[in-house]
């Protein structure tokens, strides 16, 4: 039934033609066994050997020729890789991936913007923001890639996000077999932090910075110098401007994914930047100008640099669903209950269990039907482990300095499990390692750190009493929840909900399967 809502999907969404012209798609599922029945399930009607033709004729009833079969057969299509095949996409073969009209248009305005700042000797801030799975990232290395085509060296993605870094300069690396082809065009905020931040004579080679999860900017106190991370990217950015008569700074901002300590003042933090810097041009779509205030006469707002649409699960917006699911105010059960009815009429399969066996036949199920897909464990940074050992039993996700978890992705491991090791379910992946990446199929563990009590979400678990005591966030419930909004939006096709067999979240599942989710 999904195979049928895809094809559907990929015309409408990916075939120009069909796209251009408006077309309507139907989708049928015909089933050719002998007692196969008739009828219609998320949206699909079931055709069998009795309705077949009759259904298909009445289809087709005074409907004229069509004139176009040639433009409609030779139609160009755009493409749908994950972030890793992209890049393979653009270093191996020297193109950019045609993803969506949206992510091109944002792509050509900034490179725009860009050639004008170079041109007309400008210092101009540029921030895209969009939902979730939007292609922030893939735009952000599409500029990469544009600006420092012919071995030159303009720009660079700059991450705090480790192991981000770690997996797409393996993918590069790979791609072009050569250890140092992804340094160029990513490099992680820690090194570059040490050698431009400390250091107020050097100059990066690159006029173009790329500035990942915007916003998520360290303040002052995290960054412990005295001033904030977008405040020193601007004095980069000024020495750069005197090298080179030009600077571009670009921020990739995302909504409600801080997940670490002295990232929660997002935008106030580039709007006080911007304030020191009074002739820098800062350039956003209307939903984040709106909130930087008093810079009314060097702002342009353009909403071309606003991604709307989720790509990562074939532009199906897993978004809403999410917001009203776990989100502690402005959602409700029945609203949640809703949006995944809508979820259902589309090729995205979202799932609930408690039993880790039945996943792994879901995995060898994946291997069989779709042996390109990749799957994985995911675990919230406040799992528990003797929750997690009741659905794995075994499982060490605490680890210490000397002893790191034995099945917890490690530093060093990202690159190799993003590609192949994800398969294996022998290593989860935490909140701090699956930011920025995606998955064919998700494995979402509920490890007792964000549980349903009274018809509500209460955040605890691991970390959560300590971090409450010691002040390490200044809002550690919504710190808890934007752990789950990266969690559940990482699926590229469909997603499990793994739910342990601990009384304590007894009504965490009872709440999913009565939202009307499918059991594994």
Known sequence: MAQAIRYKEWLQNHHKETKDRALEVKSYLVCTHKNA??????????????????VIKQELSGESQCSFQDAWLSSSKTEMPDMLQAIEIMYREGRIPYISDVNRTCLDKVLGYIDDARENNKKILILINGVPGAGKTAVGQSIVYEEN????????????????????????????????????????????????????????????????????????????????????LFRVGERIFEERDYAVLIGLYGNGQVIYTGEEAGISLWEDALKEHDDWIVIAAEELANNLHGLDDRKIVDNDVFLPVSLRADFIDCSKWIEQAICRSHATAAQAKKELEELQNTSMRICVSRDFAKVRERAEEIDKDHPEWKYGMLISNFAEQDVIKKAMPGWVIKGSKYRPAANMVQNGEYGPWFAEKCRELEKACSVYGNQGLELDCPIVVFGGGYIRQNGQWVARGSRYDYDVRSQNYLDTDSIVENNFRVLLTRARKEMIILIPRDSMLDETYQYFVDMGMDEL
């Open 149 to 232: 085509k012919n071995c030159e060296a303009n720009a660079v993605y700059l991450s705090g996000n480790g192991p981000l870094v770690e997996v797409l300069q393996y993918q590069i690396n790979q791609v072009g077999n050569n250890e140092h082809m992804g340094e160029n065009a990513i490099q992680g905020m820690k090194e570059f932090k040490s050698t431009f931040f400390y250091k107020d004579t050097k100059v990066p080679e690159q006029s173009i910075l790329i500035f990942d999860e915007a916003q998520r900017a360290w303040d002052a106190e995290k960054l412990g110098k005295g001033f904030t991370e977008p405040e020193d």
């Open 37 to 54: 029945a008739t009828g219609s399930l998320r949206g699909i009607d079931i055709l069998t050997e009795d309705n077949f033709c009759d």
